[in-house]
T-cell receptor, first 110, second 114 residues
Framework: GNSVTQMEGPVTLSEEAFLTINCTYT??????LFWYVQYPGEGLQLLLK?????DKGSNKGFEATYRKETTSFHLEKGSVQVSDSAVYFC?????????FGTGTSLTVIP | DTAVSQTPKYLVTQMGNDKSIKCEQN?????MYWYKQDSKKFLKIMFS???????INETVPNRFSPKSPDKAHLNLHINSLELGDSAVYFC?????????????FGSGTRLTVV
């Protein structure tokens, strides 16, 4: 079946640290992959996406590359800020279904 | 000019009551969804409608009934509310690309049953 597995949190980093949140997927066909971000008290916002193998999605300093060989879509940022504190969800779309990971909470401390 | 709007944002009610949450999208999307997010942030799909027709109906109690009067609206009615229904409910929509372009979410309705 289709599923998304992302690293468990919570993750706590100091400001300007490097961030990696791992995400791997299982899917039939050729899914699209996404990262969503949920800031405290808000809804989910699309952060970035990639629709085919080797595509790199990027936004607000975050990047993720669609790796078909490792079935991964890890989220990275070179230097996190306090304002990046949020819950991050990896997701995939295939067929007419959308699958979310369980979310990874990130807290960035000054 | 909000793309997906839900009302109310907060809802506190007593056990046994019936309540509705409304959702509207102005993106021209043809598919709309309801998700439930529990206290651990886990997102669970509840329903999906495409052009006013139900296409996904996950295992949820039949006290939950979605209604889609047109493709821009998907409301959620809940009968006989229980304590376990307390959660944040998100409405979302997507275009006819089977979600490959991503979903757009509303800001959520925090339901508290006391």
């Amino acid at each position: 079946g289709n599923s998304v597995t992302q690293m468990e949190g919570p993750v706590t980093l100091s400001e300007e640290a490097f961030l990696t949140i791992n995400c791997t997927y299982t899917a039939t066909g050729y899914p699209s992959l996404f990262w969503y971000v949920q800031y405290p008290g808000e809804g989910l916002q699309l952060l970035l996406k990639a629709t085919k193998a080797d595509d790199k999605g990027s936004n607000k300093g975050f990047e993720a590359t669609y790796r078909k060989e490792t079935t991964s879509f890890h989220l990275e940022k070179g230097s996190v800020q306090v304002s990046d504190s949020a819950v991050y969800f990896c997701a995939l779309a295939t067929g007419n279904q959308f699958y979310f990971g369980t979310g990874t909470s990130l807290t960035v401390i000054p | 000019d909000t793309a997906v709007s839900q009302t109310p944002k907060y809802l506190v009610t007593q056990m046994g009551n019936d309540k509705s949450i409304k959702c509207e999208q102005n993106l021209g999307h043809d598919t709309m969804y309801w998700y439930k997010q529990d206290s651990k942030k886990f997102l669970k799909i509840m329903f999906s409608y495409n052009n006013k027709e139900l296409i996904i109906n996950e295992t949820v109690p039949n006290r939950f009934s979605p209604k889609s009067p047109d493709k821009a609206h998907l409301n959620l009615h809940i009968n006989s509310l229980e304590l376990g229904d307390s959660a944040v409910y998100f409405c979302a929509s997507s275009s006819g690309d089977r979600g490959r372009g991503g979903y757009t979410f509303g800001s959520g309705t925090r339901l508290t049953v006391v």
